[in-house]
């Protein structure tokens, strides 16, 4: 197996602690804990994407996500740790006083262009289109697709189950349960419990795209995972589980009676979840282990998401 150059940015291992609600004990890696500015299961993909930037001598990293995108903000704050300038392509509307991720990639000096809901969806070409103006001006435009789901970086996925290893037996558990956005960070853990043969189920909670959509996804880039780095493995498709219709509302918004569970978690244990990812995830997990005693057999990811609470106060506290 190769193993890909990285750059140190998350503050890792991150710890696996036992928790209680509602009298229930159950496992959650606190990947939200990363870092601070760069909290979040973002970071760990982006030690691999910023040294392949650096490798590839880029001028200007490229990227894309909401507006309120985690991922957005931590490859800013990534890229300008390594002195790199950065463009955003965002879906959504700029705003007069903005709030959470947009206000840091704005404090950090980001170059932000904003995209309707039909631009976005060929976010893909306008960025190599724009990458191709500055080629032609000598400048070497880095793009990193959304949620930073290529093969090396979720190969920072790949390397949290054998962080987790060194944390617990994982012959002891039943399943990894966390949000699914891009799907890198599900196809990063498939990758790694196929290529360890580990009888465990990766449970993606899908947040923004259709559950055959997040599925074709994962599979995709765990199989990239699997050719890039030479795993000779057989990714095993029968253990990864979707669980659809938790975000029904649509990924830029929640509804009332997940918001209670979430303040309900937050005053009984201290641990707050965004209301895009980890929220949506959260009453997922709560449904359908938590609530049946299953934690100790199935570990919650808290994947970050802190600042896209920002400007949802009225929301959070009804």
């Not at 990894?176 to 580990?198: C, D, K, P, R």
């Not at 929220?279 to 199935?298: D, P, T």
């Not at 990811?301 to 506290?317: A, N, P």
């Amino acid at each position: 197996m190769k193993t890909p150059k990285k750059v140190n940015l998350a503050g890792i291992p991150t710890p696996i602690e036992v928790v209680k609600y509602q009298n229930r004990k159950f496992l959650i890696k606190r990947d939200d804990l990363t870092g601070c500015e760069l909290s979040g299961n973002k970071v760990r993909k982006l030690e691999y994407i910023i040294a392949d930037a650096i490798r590839n001598k880029a001028d200007i990293i490229f990227t894309c996500g909401g507006e309120q995108s985690n991922h957005a903000r931590a490859t800013t704050i990534a890229a300008k740790k390594f002195g790199m300038p950065v463009r955003l392509f965002l879906w959504g509307s700029d705003r007069k006083i903005p709030t959470g991720n947009l206000f840091l990639n704005k404090m950090y000096g980001a170059e932000i262009l904003f995209l309707n809901k039909s631009e976005y969806e060929k976010v893909n070409d306008i960025m190599q289109y724009q990458r191709e103006k500055l080629l032609r001006k000598n400048l070497n435009a880095f793009v990193i697709p959304e949620g930073g789901s290529t093969a090396n970086g979720i190969f920072g996925y790949f390397s949290f189950v054998m962080e987790l290893m060194g944390q617990i037996d994982l012959k002891k558990i039943n399943g990894i349960v966390s949000a699914s956005g891009s799907g890198g960070t599900s196809a990063g853990m498939l990758a790694a419990v196929s290529y360890l043969n580990l009888d465990i189920q990766i449970i993606a909670v899908n947040v923004l795209y259709s559950k055959e959509v997040i599925t074709k996804k994962i599979l995709t880039l765990a199989e990239a995972i699997n050719l890039e780095y030479d795993l000779n493995t057989r990714i095993k498709s029968e253990n990864l589980i979707v669980l659809d219709g938790y975000s029904d509302e649509g990924y830029k918004s929640i509804s009332e009676d997940k918001i209670k569970l979430i303040r309900n978690f937050a005053v009984e244990t201290g641990i707050l979840f965004d209301p895009a990812y980890t929220g949506k995830a959260f009453v997922a997990y709560y449904e359908n282990y938590l609530s049946r005693n299953l934690g100790m057999k199935y570990i919650f990811v808290h994947t970050g998401g802190i600042f896209g609470i920002f400007g949802r106060e009225k929301e959070y506290l009804i």
